[in-house]
C-alpha cells in the first residue's frame, strides 16, 4: 500500500526531563500551547456541538469572542511577554506570575462556557485580569529599559482588553449592533498590532535565512499604514464609513506594496518564511475588503473577517509559534513534515470557510472540512511542539538566555 503521509516522530532520545521551572521561564512556552489547544478545541464545539456555550456569552457571540480575544489575541500575548525580553533585556513575565497569567486565561475560558451571569461577570474579570496584567508586565518592561520605540506596544494590549471588555458588556446587554461594532474594533486593534510585528520580524527573519537578501525597512510608509489602522479605529466608533474605507484601502494598499517590496519569490523554499509572507499577503487583501465593505460595496461582512482573521492572523500564527519557539527553544530554524503540514492544514481549512460563505447544497460540508482541517493543524502543532516546550533548552540545564534582539534595546 501506497504511503500517504509521513510524519516525522519527536525526538526522544536525550531529552532532558520535563520541568515546571523550564515551562514557566518564558511567556510562549505556555501560552503558545493553550492558545493552540483552545483553537482546536473552541473550532470543534462551534461546529460540532454548538449547544455547549449555554452561558451569557453564547451562539455567534461566543464564537466570535472566543476565536479573537481567546485565541488570536492570547498567541500575541504570548509572542510579545517573549519578544518583549528580546526587545528590552528584561522578561516580563516568568514563574508565578507567568502562571497567575495562565490561570486567569484558563478562568475566561471555563467561564464562558457555563452558564449564569455570575460565570459571565467571573470570566469577564478574569479576561480584563488578564490583558492588564500583560499589559502592566510588557510596560514594565519597556519603561524599566527605556525602549521608547515600543512604548506604544503594551498600550495596544490594552486596547485588545477594553475592545474585549465592551464586546462583553455588549453581550451581557443584547445590544447586537453594540456587540458587532466592539468586534470590529478589537478586529482593527488586533490589526494593527499585528502590522506593528509583522512589519518588523518578517524581513529581517528573511534577511536572517536567505543569503543575499536584502530588503526595505519601510519605516515612513509603516508608520503611515499605522495612523490609517489607528484613524480606522476611531472612524469605526465615530460612524465615519466613508473615512473608515479610506483609512482601510490606505493600510492594505501598504500591506501588498510592502509584501512585493519583500520579494516573495526569494523565499519560497524556506516554510518557516513562505507562511509568514501568505498571512501578511492575506491580512492586506482582508483590509481591502474591509474597506469595500465599509463602502457599501455589498461584501457580506464574514468575507473581510475570515480573510482577515483565518487568512491573515491565522496564518501567521502557525507560522510564528512555529519559528519563534524554534528560536527560542535553542532548536535548529528548520521545519519538517508535521510543522508544513500544519501550515498547508491552516490554509487548507481557510480556503473551504471562506468557500462555505457562499450559499450552496455544499456549504455545511465545506464547513465540516475547515474545521476538522483547522482542528488538525493545531493538534500536529500541540504533538510536535508540547515535548520541547515542557523541557528546558538542549543547550543549557538553566534558564534560557535571552535571545538576539531584533530592535535597539534603547531609544
Known amino acids: 500500500m501506497a504511503l500517504l503521509l509521513s510524519i516525522d516522530e519527536p525526538p526522544k532520545s536525550s531529552a532532558a526531563a520535563p520541568s515546571v521551572e523550564a515551562f514557566l521561564e518564558m511567556g510562549f512556552r505556555p501560552v503558545y500551547l493553550a492558545g493552540a489547544l483552545w483553537a482546536l478545541l473552541a473550532v470543534a464545539v462551534w461546529i460540532f456541538a454548538p449547544q455547549l456555550p449555554g452561558g451569557t456569552l453564547g451562539g455567534l457571540a461566543w464564537h466570535a469572542h472566543e476565536m479573537l480575544w481567546g485565541f488570536v489575541a492570547t498567541i500575541a500575548v504570548g509572542f510579545l511577554m517573549t519578544a518583549g525580553g528580546a526587545w528590552t533585556g528584561i522578561n516580563p513575565l516568568a514563574g508565578r506570575a507567568l502562571a497567575v497569567l495562565c490561570l486567569l486565561w484558563a478562568l475566561a475560558r471555563v467561564a464562558f462556557l457555563l ?14 485580569g488578564f490583558f492588564a496584567l500583560a499589559a502592566a508586565a510588557l510596560g514594565r518592561s519597556v519603561l524599566l529599559s527605556r525602549n521608547t520605540r515600543n512604548y506604544a506596544v503594551p498600550l495596544m494590549l490594552l486596547g485588545l482588553g477594553l475592545t474585549d471588555l465592551l464586546f462583553l458588556l455588549a453581550t451581557r446587554a443584547g445590544d447586537y449592533g453594540a456587540l458587532m461594532r466592539h468586534f ?95 498571512g501578511y499577503a492575506a491580512l492586506g487583501i482582508g483590509l481591502l475588503l474591509a474597506a469595500a465593505h465599509a463602502a457599501g460595496a455589498g461584501t457580506p461582512a464574514a468575507l473581510h473577517v475570515h480573510v482577515i482573521a483565518m487568512g491573515g492572523f491565522s496564518v501567521l500564527i502557525i507560522g510564528m509559534i512555529t519559528r519563534t519557539a524554534l528560536g527560542h527553544l ?25 468557500a462555505a460563505l457562499h450559499p450552496s447544497p455544499a456549504s455545511v460540508h465545506l464547513l465540516h472540512g475547515a474545521a476538522g482541517l483547522w482542528a488538525l493543524a493545531f493538534a500536529l502543532y500541540l504533538w510536535r511542539f508540547f515535548p520541547m516546550m515542557i523541557r528546558p533548552r538542549p543547550d543549557r540545564a538553566g534558564p534560557a538566555a535571552q535571545p538576539v534582539s531584533i530592535t535597539p534595546r534603547r531609544g
Open 184 to 278: 470590529n474594533a478589537g478586529l482593527l486593534v488586533m490589526t494593527l498590532l499585528t502590522l506593528l510585528v509583522a512589519r518588523r520580524v518578517i524581513p529581517f527573519f528573511a534577511m536572517r535565512a536567505v543569503p543575499g537578501l536584502a530588503v526595505p525597512a519601510h519605516l515612513q510608509s509603516g508608520m503611515a499604514q499605522l495612523i490609517a489602522s489607528a484613524v480606522a479605529v476611531l472612524c469605526l466608533f465615530a460612524g465615519w464609513a466613508t473615512a473608515l474605507a479610506a483609512a482601510l484601502t490606505v493600510a492594505g494598499g501598504i500591506a501588498l506594496l510592502q509584501w512585493a517590496s519583500w520579494k516573495p519569490w526569494r523565499v519560497l523554499h524556506k516554510p518557516l518564511l513562505w507562511i509568514l509572507y501568505v
Open 115 to 128: 452558564p449564569g451571569d455570575a460565570a459571565f461577570l467571573a470570566g469577564a474579570l478574569a479576561e480584563g
Open 330 to 354: 535553542g532548536r535548529p530554524l528548520d521545519t519538517d513534515r508535521s510543522m508544513v503540514t500544519a501550515y498547508g492544514l491552516v490554509i487548507a481549512a481557510t480556503v473551504l470557510r471562506l
